[in-house]
Structures are given as structure tokens and as C-alpha cells.
């Protein structure tokens, strides 16, 4: 029963671990606070890892795009993801960091490496590319080619490291929400009405 599935940041974590080992993206909507002109922006990214131990999790961009920008601007944004097949709703508050080819931590460097090699040919082209956002010119562009295995400098891992969890299970005969936040030590769970 899904109710049981947000009961404990444990089984939070499995069932995210369950959902992307499923071999299905993980899609996402990035919520940011410091967009051009001010306010909040939202925009779907795919999330591509989770290390449930450190509850971190990581989507790819070009560091050339705007939720680079707005994430360097002020480090905190939400993702959302729905979770269908389980009638889950997952909120996850984090603080994020980017991961580009300058990475001179050893993890960091890896963990930009197996995220290059996870994409396929057609996604690592458009990295090549012109920036994100930029017109083609005369309506229509080139797709560019990628040389080597190593990925281009425009190729980045944003890492989010959750900060907090809000679970709401879509459940008969009611509905259920769950708050965990971050504290020294471990987390801190709290049943709120949904």
C-alpha cells in the first residue's frame, strides 16, 4: 500500500532508488528563486542519480543555461516529481552545486565523467552546440559533431544535497503527508495535514 512507502526517510529512499533503477527518466520540474528579471522560474530536468546515503541526487545541464545561472545566484531550488504508478508527490528542498569540467575533486571529476557517459550520441551533440536559448540562424541549425570521450566544457552535473522532503500519497480512503528535514545527526519527521 503507498501509504506505507513515505512512513520513514528509508523507504522515501528506496522508492526513489526503486524508480530509477526502473530504467524509466526520472523526470522532474526544477523550481529556482533567482530567475533574469526576478521571481521564480520552473523547468523539467531529468534526474539521473541518487546517492541515498548522503541523499543527493543529480540531473545534467549545460552550464550555459539559465538554471545554471539562477542556481548560482541563490544555491537552493525544489524539485518535484510525481511518482504515478505510486500516487506520490516528492518535494525535495535542496542545495545545489555545480559540477564542471574545472571539478578538481576527485568524486566530483568522476561523477562528471559517468554522467557524460550515460548520455546518448544524439544528447551529447547538442552540448556542442550554440547556447541554450540562442536562435538558429535562419530558423534552422546544424547539428554539431562531438570528437573524443571526453565531454565538452559546456557540459555540467548539478548536485542537490535534500535539505528537506515533503511526501503527499494521493490515497483512499485519505491522504498522507510526511515532512523530513535535515538535522544534525539524521532527519526529523513530521505527519502534516496534506
Not at 539559465?66 to 535542496?94: F, N
Not at 546518448?120 to 547556447?131: E, K, T, V, W
Not at 540562442?134 to 530558423?139: E, I, L, N, S
Not at 552535473?157 to 544534525?184: F, K, M, N, S, T
Amino acid at each position: 500500500m503507498p501509504q506505507s512507502k513515505i512512513n520513514s526517510i528509508t523507504a522515501i529512499k528506496r522508492m526513489l532508488e526503486s524508480e530509477l533503477l526502473s530504467g524509466r527518466p526520472l523526470p522532474a520540474a526544477l523550481a529556482t528563486a533567482a530567475c533574469a528579471g526576478g521571481g521564480a522560474s520552473a523547468r523539467m530536468v531529468v534526474v539521473r542519480g541518487l546517492d541515498a546515503q548522503l541523499m543527493e541526487l543529480w540531473f545534467s545541464t549545460d552550464i550555459r543555461s539559465s538554471k545554471v545561472v539562477d542556481l548560482a545566484a541563490v544555491p537552493r531550488g525544489e524539485l518535484c516529481i510525481w511518482l504515478h504508478r505510486l500516487r506520490v508527490q516528492v518535494r525535495l528542498c535542496c542545495r545545489w552545486r555545480v559540477i564542471g569540467g574545472n571539478a578538481r575533486r576527485a568524486g566530483d571529476r568522476a561523477r562528471w565523467l559517468a554522467a557524460w557517459g550515460e548520455h546518448s550520441p544524439h544528447a551529447r551533440r547538442l552540448f556542442a552546440g550554440a547556447m541554450p536559448g540562442k536562435p538558429y540562424a535562419h530558423g534552422r541549425g546544424a547539428m554539431p559533431t562531438i570528437d573524443g570521450q571526453e565531454p565538452p566544457e559546456s557540459f555540467a552535473v548539478c548536485v542537490g544535497r535534500v535539505l528537506q522532503i515533503d511526501a503527499l500519497v494521493l490515497g483512499r480512503p485519505e491522504h498522507r503527508r510526511h515532512v523530513y528535514r535535515r538535522v544534525a545527526g539524521g532527519w526529523r519527521s513530521q505527519r502534516v495535514n496534506p
